[in-house]
């Protein structure tokens, strides 16, 4: 049995502030008409981001582990309850078919006597 897990993270916000108006490759720290201040607070910016975004994905992670140990533990525990009645299923089908034995035994011995006494009797006519 296979099953598929799909998560969909859309419209996301952050609270770290604007986005830098550069990328992470266009850095270029020789050329003096780039802000370097620009540059440091841009990458703090990013930096900061990313460190939000991995905290995140912990916290999801945590959370599908949570979740998935949960399942586990449910089906293990369904498991044992449908085990569980099969056994005392089980218990008392194997008490009735005793019962049925026990009837069985006596019903024959009881054929067992009647027989016997039919023959006493048919002596006694003799």
Do not use: H
């Not at 003096?32 to 912990?58: C, E, R």
């Not at 140990?69 to 293990?76: I, K, P, R, S």
């Not at 299923?89 to 006597?113: C, F, G, H, P, Y």
């Amino acid at each position: 049995m296979g099953y598929q897990s799909k998560l969909l993270v859309s419209n996301i916000t952050d609270n770290i502030g604007p986005a830098p108006d550069f990328d992470i490759l266009d850095v270029d720290i020789t050329d003096p008409a780039n802000d370097l201040d620009n540059y440091l607070s841009g990458v703090d910016a990013m930096l900061q981001k990313v460190i939000a975004g991995a905290s995140t994905l912990g916290a999801v992670k945590t959370r599908i582990d949570m979740q998935t140990n949960f399942a586990q533990t449910l089906m293990d525990t369904i498991d044992k309850g449908v085990g569980r009645l099969v056994d005392a299923d089980m218990d008392e089908v194997s008490t009735r078919l005793n019962a049925l034995q026990t009837q069985q035994q006596l019903a024959i011995q009881s054929l067992q006597i009647a027989n016997g006494n039919a023959e006493n009797i048919m002596q006694l006519f003799r």
